[in-house]
């Protein structure tokens, strides 16, 4: 089943809960203090604090690149998605799915 058949396949209310669950979210995470790309703290409850403290700056810069190649990886696979979705053979590793025919 394709993406866009697997929403519609969702009921009406099952698509309400689940924007209204998203709306919270933001709400909750955009209403507080300073914004956090003016300068303020990371939402918690999006972005869990999570401790380094422990963590030798050379490790946790290697950790930080790879957290950033996995995250350009994704990027190039989404959009390797998004182009066999609507560019039949466009991508030959995923040309025989079912999901993109």
Known sequence: MKPIDAWV???D???AQILFTILIAEIVSES???HYMKGG???TVVF???DFSGVSAETLKTKQNR???NGRLAMIAIMSFISEANIPGSVP???GMDAFN
Do not use: D, Q, R, Y
Request: charged content about 20%; proline content about 24%.
């Open 48 to 50: 869990p604090p999570i």
């Open 13 to 15: 209310a099952g698509k």
């Open 41 to 43: 703290p990371l939402p």
């Open 9 to 11: 396949a969702v009921p």
């Open 67 to 69: 957290e950033l190649n």
């Open 32 to 34: 507080k203090e300073t």
């Open 93 to 95: 590793a995923l040309s």
